[in-house]
């Protein structure tokens, strides 16, 4: 039986991220320097795949220090941690690593730069998401408010309108967070923050790479994890820029096909935690069925790199 045409639009740049990879390698080479166990407190990056392969060299997952022993390592996820939990290892002596995306921690800097000049701070993000919970608490209580939406600025009640700032989650849609910057400003035309927003250059990237993608391919495959902000992101951003079918899928075995049924392109991305070992799953998935012409769509390149903390780097 001859397999119908399709045309595989492969997004670049898609998958691993500079904070990702250095995060993963972190708890590999912490493995390798003191031995398993090596606890890690959350999700080092959020995909199941990731995990469940450090899982197999010798980390252990919990989502909350306590659950740590002292006598043990502990890394903290790229996704950043409040200011609680390293000075928790260090009153239980404890050896710990930080995994937090540097372009996290830029952020936390800031609003800490923020803070000591008495302003207080407006955060753009996503209640309850690790990234939110790390950033919020790297200033006391209060002193951070959160906004989600374009209509949550209107809600807003800061102590003192004329001094405030505004920071952002790293992951958020461009185009939204655009709307809520701007609402910000007319509200508040006193209000400080970065050029644009924080959101870093790798959510940026991928972002664009799907809308060039949206408006030719019949549907969208994002590889992901549902608790991945970046990845879901992608997923609305392809559905926004005019495809009508984007979803989310952990691995080959989720897809839909029947869903899929009659299409003659489908565009392919991952989010900054998904192994490009999955993408490639992924594309065998549609070979099987399909006769596939893949046609690379690269709207950016990047060359990020990031060191790993130097106690691991010394080892090295
Ligand atoms: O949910 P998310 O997009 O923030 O995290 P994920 O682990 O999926 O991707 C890496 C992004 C990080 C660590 C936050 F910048
Ligand atoms: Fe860092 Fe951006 Fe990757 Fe998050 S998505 S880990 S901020 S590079």
Known sequence: ????????????PRGFCAGVDRAIKIVEMAIEKWGAPVYVRHEIVHNKFVVDDLRAKGAIFVEELEDCPDDRPVIFSAHGVPKSVPAAAEARQMVYVDATCPLVSKV?????????????????????????????G???????????????????????????????????????TAGIVAALQARFPAIVGPHKEDICYATTNRQAAVKAIAPKADAILVVGAP????????VEVGAKAGCSYSQLVQRAEN?????LEGIGSVGVTAGAS??????????????????????????????????????LRQMA
């Open 138 to 176: 790297q200033l006391p209580e209060g002193e951070v408010l959160l906004v989600e939406t374009e209509a949550d600025v209107a809600g807003l009640a800061p102590r003192d309108p004329e001094r405030l700032a505004f920071i952002t989650q790293t992951t958020l849609s461009v185009d939204d």
């Open 1 to 12: 039986m001859t397999k119908p045409p399709l045309t595989l639009y492969l997004a670049a």
């Open 274 to 311: 998904a192994p490009e070992i999955l993408v490639e799953e992924v594309i065998d998935a549609f070979r099987a069925r399909y006769d596939v012409t893949v046609e690379q769509v690269e709207t950016a390149v990047e060359n990020v790199e990031f060191k790993v903390p130097r106690v």
């Open 108 to 136: 936390h800097i800031e609003a800490e730069r923020h803070h000591a000049n008495g302003l207080q701070m407006v955060m753009i993000g996503h209640a309850g998401h690790p990234e939110t919970i790390g950033t919020m």
């Open 227 to 234: 608790n991945s902000s970046n990845s879901r992101r992608l």
């Open 255 to 259: 897809i839909d096909w029947r869903a």
